[in-house]
């Protein structure tokens, strides 16, 4: 990042015949132009001259580091060059055979049977890993309580057994992803050596289906070339995973799988339950080879799966329209998406029509009153269950009221005619309703003292859902499990 790569820097400018013209030439015209007297008004950094070659590794086997180097050209009064003089990087050659003697060992051993301290007496010296310095020769005298320093160690001496980094001038740097040693430049999470995220996207949602029944539910389609994919969620359900042959990788058939590391889909999945609290984690790296759907295998409410990778910007648009054919959107109705750039717009086509966008609303957003726990809770606790069509919606003084045609009706406590009124508190109440939509609500009767007000009332933060087959048997599953 911001070094000179090779190529940069070394034609400054064009000139009229579309032939570029060399460094040298530019730097002979501004040596003249100084000639000229303005030379004491020179300012800024020189000019550096362009990368020498790399020179060749040094080591004969295994890792080892090459450099090569550049000059600094500079007149009177300006600055020395911005940047690095020399370059390192990793050079890998075929692994040492087994029996090598390591490249610090034959560094220290260059001493032995000489006299090296002063004196006339000779040691056998062999490294000592326990010095300050691991880019120091430190060398044990063998047979002797003390080791001495022989100065830095050569240029591509590993910094110490067992640990990545190479000594560069004395110091121990590790290669960036770009081979350069001490760059820092890192993959980005999209795979990219130093990049910025942006060629891919983040996704991050919650699925917070309740489900009607125990067993297996969709989650997510993680599709294919994902990467830096983590799922977690607090409860004893289960994840499940399937490779895209439509086998189990974890947690299939109803048998729950041990903790531990899965190969699936050209990656590793890292699988944890905790021993402590029901908690359970999915990692993995990626990128997937493959689509892996991932699933959660439901023996209690679901209080949330939370889920998210990242996804090559190309996928996003199919991954988009496969959640929503397949209706996963609709039980998922907030998803979050962060993205870090703006988002390439999705191909408009391809988003079946929904209802139009609505009118940018005043109200606060509503808290989310999804899930089972929530449905089972309202139905039971409320006089009235039905379905309705909002026909109409006023706000008056510090209250809203729907006017609602009721279509048909699974719990009441006194009969409901056709056209009813319901009451919600506030003029934003919450869950909001949208008028020409069909709902199926919970409302309470209020009576009051005096008994000249007799309404329906739609609680804050109460039961009202857009009416679907699946809400119709969910609530019908809910009238069995109310406490009689
Ligand atoms: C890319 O995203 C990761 C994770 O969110 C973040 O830590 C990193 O700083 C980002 N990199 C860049 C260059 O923005
Ligand atoms: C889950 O998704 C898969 C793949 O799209 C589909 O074949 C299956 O029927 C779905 N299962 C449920 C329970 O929706």
């Not at 001496?157 to 980094?165: D, H, I, K, Q, Y």
């Not at 995973?241 to 799988?257: F, P, T």
């Amino acid at each position: 990042m911001g070094k000179l790569r090779p190529g940069e820097g070394e034609w400054l400018g064009s000139s009229h015949t579309g032939r570029p013209f060399p460094l040298w030439s530019f730097l002979l015209l501004l040596g003249s132009l100084l000639s000229c007297g303005l030379g004491s008004s020179a300012q800024g950094p020189g000019e550096w001259t362009l990368w020498g070659s790399w020179t060749r590794c040094s080591s004969s086997c295994g890792q080892g580091v090459s450099v090569r180097s550049r000059h600094c050209i500079r007149f009177p009064g300006e600055e020395p060059c911005w940047g690095d003089s020399h370059e390192y990087r990793l050079c890998q050659l075929p692994d040492c055979p087994p029996r090598a003697v390591p490249f610090r060992d034959l560094q220290c051993a260059l001493y032995n049977g000489r006299p090296v301290l002063g004196t006339q007496k000779t040691y056998q010296w062999v490294p000592f890993h326990g010095a300050p310095n691991q880019c120091d020769l430190n060398c044990l005298a063998e047979g002797h309580a003390f080791y001495h320093s022989f100065g830095r160690v050569l240029d591509g001496t590993p910094c110490s057994p067992g640990v990545e980094g190479l000594c560069v001038a004395g110091r121990c740097l590790s290669a960036g992803c770009d081979g350069l040693l001490g760059s820092g430049t890192r993959e980005d999470q999209c795979g990219r050596c130093g990049g910025a995220n942006d060629s891919c996207l983040f996704v991050q949602r919650v699925f917070r289906d309740a489900g009607a029944f125990a067993g297996y539910w969709n989650v997510t389609l993680i599709p294919e070339g994902a990467r830096h994919l983590r799922v977690t969620h607090r409860s004893r359900n289960h994840l499940a995973l399937l490779g895209s042959d439509g086998r189990y990788v974890l947690n299939g058939n109803w048998a729950v799988s041990p903790s531990g590391t899965y190969e699936a889909a050209g990656t590793r999945v890292v699988y944890t339950r905790a021993a402590a609290g029901p908690e359970e984690t999915l990692h993995a790296t990626g990128p997937t080879s493959q689509d892996l759907l991932l699933q959660v295998l439901l023996q209690e409410p679901n209080p949330g799966v939370e889920f998210e990778f990242w996804l090559p910007r190309e996928r996003y648009g199919p991954f988009q329209e496969q959640t929503q054919a397949l209706g996963w959107s609709l039980r998922q109705p907030q998803p979050r998406e962060v993205e870090p750039q703006p988002p390439e717009p999705p191909a408009p086509a391809a988003i079946p029509p929904r209802t139009p966008a609505p009118a940018p609303d005043p109200c606060a957003p509503c808290p989310d009153t999804r899930g089972r726990a929530h449905r089972l809770l309202q139905y039971c606790s409320s006089d009235f269950v039905f379905r309705a069509r909002v026909l109409g919606r006023r706000r008056q003084a510090q209250e809203t009221r729907y006017e609602v045609r009721v279509q048909q009706v699974y719990k009441n406590r006194s009969p409901l005619q056709t056209r009813e009124y319901v009451w919600a508190p506030g003029l934003c109440p919450c869950p909001p309703l949208t008028p020409h939509h069909e709902y199926l609500l919970a409302a309470r009767r209020l009576v009051s003292p005096d008994g000249t007000q007799d309404r329906l009332l739609l609680p804050h933060s109460g039961y009202a859902r857009p009416w679907s087959p699946a809400e119709d048997s969910r609530v019908r599953l809910a009238a069995r499990h109310c406490p009689v």
